[in-house]
């Protein structure tokens, strides 16, 4: 009895250490798209980082960079910018003037196709004040609140960049603060007193405000179930003019921005 107990174990064993090989349908590579141009008004320099890499298998740890593709710049007053690939799929340019309302495009080759985007420099306003409190569940969390005046009679969008350990995101629009002072809110439970943190402003497009949106929601909703909805693929504005079949991923984007610093009491 005891060498069929043993069998029966050893056997269990070596199923459980099987190694199960899992086909996955691999698509062609398809180019992805980080360029997000954004200006300091603070600051006289600002140099300007278009990110170019391509998608990877599933189980691929590394992101493959987009190598040797031409990336620049134009402006609709007919000014070019050529961007320098200063690393694998890294490509930089140091004087990219800030045109608040002007239309820049972006056009990037790549292995013999077009890619063509468009966008206008948003404007955006001063940070002007940090509240903060403590919250949360048990009471031990930071809360903070970072006020701004939202300009009168336009149409605004915001993104709003919280930095401490780690890095946190929101989106506003101002339909019910259009005019007004209001403020963005985070909240952070490793914050100490006296950590030095940052809050920055970014103007946005619509467009932009509406990836985004789709893309928190995304995230928001994956609760990593067997039967979940599959995300849709979310495209942002870059066009492959040669096929358009064959689409890229991210977005172009312009923005001034505003930063304040704020060491919490």
């Known amino acids: ?158 993104l709003f960049r919280y930095l401490n350990e780690q890095i946190s995101l929101q989106i506003y629009d101002d339909e019910f603060t259009n005019g007004n002072q209001t403020f963005a809110f985070f909240s952070d439970e490793d914050a100490v007193a006296g950590d030095l943190v940052g809050f920055q402003i970014q103007g946005i497009s619509k467009g932009f405000y509406e990836y985004m949106f789709i893309l928190r929601s995304q995230a928001g909703s994956s609760n990593g179930g067997p039967f979940q909805t599959q995300p849709s693929i979310v495209r942002g504005n870059i066009v492959n003019v040669t096929d358009p079949e064959n689409f890229a991923f991210g977005y172009f984007r312009l923005s001034a921005t505003n930063f304040l610093a704020y060491e919490v009491k």
């Not at 998608?55 to 134009?74: H, N």
């Not at 694998?88 to 063509?116: K, R, S, W």
């Open 1 to 158: 009895m005891k060498r069929i107990l043993y069998l029966l174990l050893t056997l269990i064993a070596c199923s459980c250490e099987e190694v199960v090989e899992v086909d996955l349908d691999e698509s062609d590579p398809r180019l992805v798209v980080q360029a997000s141009l954004l200006w300091n008004v603070d600051l006289q320099e600002n140099i300007q980082v278009i990110r170019l890499t391509t998608t990877a298998p599933y189980f691929e740890e590394e992101v493959p960079p987009a190598i040797g593709a031409t990336v620049k710049v134009t402006t609709e007053t007919g000014m070019e910018y050529e961007f320098e690939e200063v690393a694998d799929g890294i490509f930089t340019h140091e004087e990219v003037p800030a045109l608040l309302d002007l239309e820049y495009q972006l056009h990037i080759t790549y292995e013999g196709e077009e890619y063509f985007a468009t966008e206008t420099l948003i404007p955006v306003p001063q940070l002007d004040f940090v509240e903060q409190k403590r919250g949360g569940f048990s009471g031990d969390e930071y809360e903070f609140k970072v006020f701004y005046r939202d300009p009168a009679e336009v149409e605004n969008y915001y």
